[in-house]
């Protein structure tokens, strides 16, 4: 494929692009000092991005409310988020060495304005005794319990001025232009979407007043001339995403549907807007503007974006289209050029993965991009644990400014033992690095637990990425990097031959002591993968016991592909409780029934999974599962309800008290066991007794078992500094 689309030269206003790929606005959270001022983090994120041939560049979003909308803020008047509010010359200077770092590569960069948080906001501030505020009367989305007050016309006036001394602040610092953050249930779409904005008086009861005020505000600070991007969600999607009952009684029957969304763009474009990227959805359903790996590709592109395109070329409107939704495949992304559903692609994610998509994409060399995996644990998860953007499949994403594979001063023998996300890693930057690798692997292939992931359907993004990775693994093999499969290592036939041995071999399943586990047909979950989810024949009923991520995964995939009844017994009171909002809530969608990989209603399950959680499998006779169930247990699907992470102290938490049970039994054809797993060590220690090598060290799951994330960013840290 030529891929010709991809790289023709256009517009955006004034501005001229040398190719239709636009990097995503992802919040560049923690990557600034407390005042504001980009860091190197940020700075050398973005230049990296640049190098890798990307037309335009979208800072993440950077609020214009300081002072007034206080969950923009943190202790101190501290901010995670960049400034470039106020004129403060420090923070200024910042932006001016990020802007011209980028430019000798050829990329244009814009920067994202948002008005604020409002009822998205973390909820710390009204516990610290703050007001919060939104368009109107408004439930916290993290702690309903907490309101937040209506701004007042005055105060929403001064928003309007902050985003015109803001914009003018970016033109000054050498940006090319400004996107408005006006999407997904933020402050700016508060105001001027039917489920939030429900003001009866003054000037912004208008729900199109404060997008046209802010864009005329920019224009009328930066000239017409500066280019303006208008990131909106078309619609909600509410109704469509939990039905008419839940959508009448949770959200009023209100949200902006696709008709209201098209007439609003005509009004923006009348008011100054040079081009749109459009998704769907918001905080409600956060999967839809940030499709997990269970999507398929270009997911909503037609739906959306092609909607908005045609919409202009009927109504004659000069507006550029940004298609926006899962499209890092680039079969994908020139389909929808191709096909005139866009003008341009936004790609975040595989941005992120890998920060030369596009110069391997015009240099035909497509089998080395670096696949996102879909698990947003690195790049979203991270935010909500205090860190900063990152990824699970590029160790380098976000730690630019420090991060370098360099050659090793002293070339040493190394061996790694294990093929799974952490080995490979260790073994390709090692061998990058000059080192005489040896990666060892037992079976007969490379992937480890991901590749039995990628054994269900929804895991089509591991199964893209364990490809990639053989294929970069082969090239490395022709250039001397020896990898010995169907091989197991002990440290008897290892000892006092590598200088370096890295133990990356993987885990041990745990089986828990269920009485009666004897008398019914069982398997461990990723037996039952690695085996093909083969089901014997009279299998009808299928008992999940574990409510992690794992858990909900093969409980879907066993209905969804197999077409059994599914049951999930899990011990927490909430399902997946360490699982990204994203994924967790299409995962939650999903097992209900409302919907599917495709997005379709048709495809969703017929019944949902059933689950019973803050519960637990006591014993088992023939043919049944006995269980004990709190009966204060909360309704398992509830995809709108976030997590809070544990460090948030929650004074409306409730606990279940222990006492208050019953017992159940349920019958089963087959129990699945996703109980849990621990590191296997062993080997490990047997060689840091013997003495096996002079440095010997342990990393992923036979460290400690985790997320890609850590495997990955473990041995790579290993692997640099041999």
Not at 40 to 58: S, V
Not at 156 to 173: D, E, L, M, R, T
Not at 400 to 421: F, H, S, W
Not at 680 to 706: C, F, H, N, Q, V
């Amino acid at each position: 494929m030529s891929f010709e689309k991809l790289f023709e030269p256009e517009q955006i206003g004034k501005c001229k692009l040398m190719n239709r790929i636009v990097m995503a606005p992802m919040g560049n959270i923690n990557m600034a000092d407390p005042t504001g001022r980009p860091l190197d983090k940020m700075i050398e994120y973005f230049i990296e991005r640049a190098k890798g041939g990307t037309g335009l560049l979208i800072t993440g979003l950077v609020p214009v409310s300081y002072g007034i909308d206080p969950t923009v803020s943190e202790d101190n008047d501290t901010s995670y988020f960049p400034r470039i509010d106020g004129t403060s010359r420090t923070r200024l200077s910042g932006w001016r060495d990020l802007t011209a770092g980028v430019r000798p590569y050829g990329s244009k960069i814009f920067i994202q304005l948002t008005a604020g948080l409002g009822r998205v906001g973390s909820p710390e501030p009204a516990l610290k005794g703050k007001i919060l505020r939104s368009s109107s009367w408004n439930r916290n989305f993290y702690v309903p319990q907490i309101p937040h007050v209506p701004f007042s016309d005055r105060s929403i006036k001064k928003i309007v001025k902050s985003f015109g001394q803001c914009a003018a602040n970016a033109k000054s610092a050498g940006f090319d232009g400004v996107q408005i953050h006006g999407h997904e249930g933020y402050l700016m779409d508060q105001l001027t979407s039917d489920p939030w904005n429900r003001r009866m008086f003054g000037r912004y009861r208008d729900k199109n007043r404060f997008g046209i005020d802010v864009v005329r505000e920019i224009k009328k600070r930066c000239g017409e001339d500066f280019p303006v991007i208008y990131r909106i969600d078309l619609t909600q999607a509410l109704q469509e995403t939990y039905g008419d009952a839940i959508f009448r009684k949770r959200f009023h029957g209100k949200e902006r549907t696709v008709e209201q969304g098209l007439e609003f763009c005509r009004v923006l474009h009348e008011a100054g807007v040079d081009a749109f990227d459009v998704d769907k959805g918001c905080y409600e359903n956060w999967f839809w503007p940030h499709p997990p790996a269970y999507f398929d590709d270009s997911i909503y592109v037609e739906e959306i974006a092609g909607r908005l395109k045609e919409f202009f070329r009927k109504e004659s409107i000069d507006a550029k289209v940004i298609a926006v939704g899962k499209m890092g495949k680039p079969e994908c992304a020139e389909e929808v050029l191709e096909n005139g559903w866009a003008d341009f692609v936004m790609l975040g994610r595989p941005l992120l993965a890998d920060p030369r998509w596009p110069e391997k994409v015009r240099q035909g060399r497509t089998k080395e991009i670096i696949h996102c995996i879909g698990d947003q644990e690195g790049c979203i998860e991270s935010f909500k644990k205090g860190g900063h953007p990152c990824c699970s499949v590029n160790p380098y994403t976000g730690f630019e400014e420090k991060k370098k594979l360099v050659r090793a001063e002293k070339i040493k023998k190394v061996a790694v033992i294990g093929a799974g996300p952490a080995g490979c890693e260790a073994a390709m930057t090692a061998h990058k690095r000059g080192h005489h690798v040896t990666l060892f692997e037992k079976s007969d292939r490379i992937g480890g637990q991901l590749y039995t992931a990628s054994r269900m359907a929804i895991k089509h993004d591991v199964k893209r990425y364990i490809e990639n990775l053989e294929y970069q693994m082969s090239l490395l093999q022709k250039d001397g990097l020896e990898v010995v499969f169907n091989t197991e290592v002990g440290s008897e036939n290892i000892r006092n031959i590598f200088d370096v041995i890295i133990c990356c071999n993987g885990l041990r399943m745990i089986i828990p002591p269920i009485e009666g586990l004897d008398k019914v047909r069982h398997r461990e979950v990723r037996d039952f993968l690695d085996k093909g989810m083969e089901l014997p024949a009279d299998v009808k009923k299928v008992l999940v016991i574990g409510g992690g991520i794992i858990g909900c995964e093969i409980g879907y995939s066993l209905a969804y592909e197999k077409g059994v009844s599914v049951t999930i017994v899990g011990k927490n009171d909430a399902l997946m409780p360490d699982t990204v909002m994203a994924n967790r809530g299409q995962m939650l969608w999903m097992l209900l029934g409302g919907g599917s990989p495709s997005g379709k209603k048709k495809d969703a399950l017929k019944e949902p999974v059933i689950v019973y959680n803050a519960s637990k499998v006591t014993r088992f006779t023939e043919g049944k599962a006995h269980i004990v169930a709190n009966r204060g247990r909360s309704e398992p699907y509830t995809p709108w309800k976030a997590l809070i992470p544990d460090n948030v102290k929650n004074p409306f938490s409730r606990k279940l008290d222990p006492g208050n049970v019953e017992e159940l039994s349920l019958d089963t054809d087959l129990v699945i066991l996703t109980t849990g797993t621990q590191a296997d060590d062993d080997l490990y220690y047997e060689l840091l007794k013997t003495r096996a090598a002079i440095e010997i060290y342990s990393a992923g799951d036979a460290k400690e078992p985790g997320r890609v994330w850590e495997a990955i960013t473990g041995a790579n840290e290993i692997a640099r500094n041999i």
